[in-house]
């Protein structure tokens, strides 16, 4: 259960040394990336400009604030409120960003699932979980917005955020094998017979 | 009472951000409940986590999740006043455009097929409108309810038969909190709505899972019910976001109608732990904002 302080991109070897149940926090860079997002670029072929290799990516869509273009807001964009989206939904676009593009940490809420968990022990990624709806909070993680692509799909643009003490992040899945999300499911699946009888229901 | 329909557009506008940001005591007092109840480290952490976001959005006067969510106004109309329903129903579109505008919130709202994002959180049927009617005099109140999409995708209808009875409600609530699991956002309020036609059996359950905490089904046997629900969900350990714990839900809450007799249907949809809600209430003595 060690804590990490990483500073973005990561190497294979860095992203590998996380294991299930350890904290990170990240300063550097993170690019935001969600459903539209990845649809675009893994289904209908596009591409982006953006360098990926090493880096966190997280599933987020932003409420931003549309600025003149300065130093400060080099994209043209303030951050306003900046949160998590479910993970689920994404699932399989994991393998295609880490084999394609390089990514070694995705960071989202609730979880992956086994192809993901999969890909992370072929490919060397991990996913850190975020709290939920803690979106005031993680905005002020986030310095700026230093870029953006494929803005068309805004909000679902692929974002570039500057970012400082980003965390704690939990390890919740690595690329051993292991992922907190299993270990509950599997409990919480043994307990619900135990449940069910509980509530006097006869036949489930 | 005559309604001044420009003060209803900056009410709608007003609320979508009050919403946005201030979480209901209600929902603040159920997470002091399940904090102090909480046995396992990581459930604590995550709900301290939670706890401190409320304390950050209020203090930077911002929005407490991203998840400008889908917008739902709920209007209860009281006797004698005098409002014209179809002007209503614009006042309340203009406003939440403007606050998606103005604020700028994130218009989270597409179009189903084409998925193009007018970025003014608006497009056919949304925002949601609900209306309904009260004994209450001069009063009409809207309430806002910017639902979160991580919540709403783990929305379930099941058909059920009378031969499966109270059973078949009661096994279809469990697996729908284990299917939902940490995708929505958990501790949740799970709003369960029994009998009815499909259609009104899923509205129970909208209304069920936007009911303040501390509030209780109107029908014995439906509070009974969601009195043993809330005790039973808590056992499963999915936990605060799913990794675990026994804070998975705030509570269980009922909504119910009768329903036919070769019917027993039961619904579910899950509000997030950032279960916001903010109200407007206009009386002849002019307006005022709530929970």
Redesign the interface.
């Known amino acids: 259960m060690a804590h990490h302080e990483l500073t973005t991109p990561v190497t294979e070897a860095q992203s590998r040394a996380l294991r299930v149940n350890d904290t990170v926090t990240l300063g550097g860079t993170l690019f935001g990336i969600r459903d ?1 997002t990845q649809i675009h670029m893994f289904d209908r072929g596009r591409k982006t400009r953006f360098d990926l290799r090493g880096h966190a990516v997280i599933h ?7 600025v003149a273009v300065s130093g400060e807001f080099p994209a043209g964009y303030a951050p ?7 993970s ?2 994404m699932e399989r676009f994991t393998r295609p960003l880490l084999e394609q593009y390089g990514v070694r940490m995705i960071i989202g ?3 992956l699932r086994e192809s993901s968990l999969k890909a992370f022990q072929d490919l060397g990624g991990v996913y850190l ?1 975020i ?7 993680e ?2 993680w986030i310095e700026g917005i230093e870029d953006v692509d494929l803005d068309d799909l ?2 679902e643009s692929l974002w570039k955020f500057r970012i400082r003490g980003f965390g704690p992040l ?1 390890v ?1 899945m690595d690329s051993h094998g292991g992922s ?2 299993e ?3 599997r ?3 043994a ?2 017979s ?3 009888a ?7 | 009472m005559k309604v001044d329909l420009s003060k209803v557009e900056d009410a709608a506008a007003e609320l979508y951000v009050r919403a946005l940001k201030i979480l209901p005591p209600d929902i603040k007092q159920g997470f002091q409940r399940l904090s102090a109840g909480e046995t396992t480290a990581t459930g604590k952490k995550v709900l301290a986590t939670m706890m401190t976001n409320i304390t950050v959005a209020e203090q930077t006067d911002n929005l407490l999740c991203q998840d400008t969510g889908v917008p739902i106004y709920n209007v209860v109309i009281g006797r004698g006043v005098e409002v014209d329903g179809q002007g209503l129903k614009q006042a309340l579109r203009r406003g939440c455009e403007r606050a998606t505008r103005e604020y700028p919130l994130r218009s989270s709202v597409v179009h189903p097929l084409t998925r193009k994002n007018e970025h003014s959180s608006c497009g056919p049927e949304v925002p949601v409108i609900h209306m309904d009617f009260s004994d209450q005099p001069e009063m009409l109140k809207i309430e806002m309810i910017p639902k979160g999409s991580g919540s709403e995708n783990n929305s379930f209808l099941k058909m059920a038969i009378p031969a499966e009875g109270v059973d078949a409600i009661k096994a279809f609530v469990v697996d729908c909190v284990i299917a939902a699991g940490g995708k929505t956002c958990p501790p949740t309020i799970v709003g369960v709505g029994v009998g009815g036609t499909s259609d009104l059996c899923v509205a129970l359950a909208k209304r069920a899972a936007t009911r303040p905490l501390g509030s209780a089904c109107s029908d014995p046997d439906g509070a009974k019910l969601e009195q043993e629900l809330s005790l039973a969900v808590n056992q499963l350990g999915v936990g605060p976001q799913g990794l675990g714990g026994d804070s998975t839900a705030f509570a269980v809450h009922i909504e119910l109608a009768a329903t036919h007799i070769t019917m027993n249907p039961v619904a579910v949809n899950m509000q997030c732990h950032s279960a916001r809600r903010a109200s407007a209430v206009f009386t002849p003595q002019g307006m005022e904002y709530g929970f």
Do not use: W
């Not at chain 1, 306003?80 to 479910?86: A, F, I, K, N, S």
């Not at chain 1, 709290?131 to 909070?137: D, M, R």
């Not at chain 1, 509980?198 to 489930?204: D, E, R, W």
């Open positions: 539209a987020t869509a932003p409420n931003v604030r549309k306003v409120c900046v949160g998590t989206t479910t689920d939904r809420k609730g979880g979980a709290v939920g709806g803690t979106a005031a909070l905005t002020t805004n909000p939990l919740a907190l999300y270990v509950v499911q409990d919480v699946d307990m619900r135990k449940v069910l509980g509530l006097g229901v006869k036949s489930a």
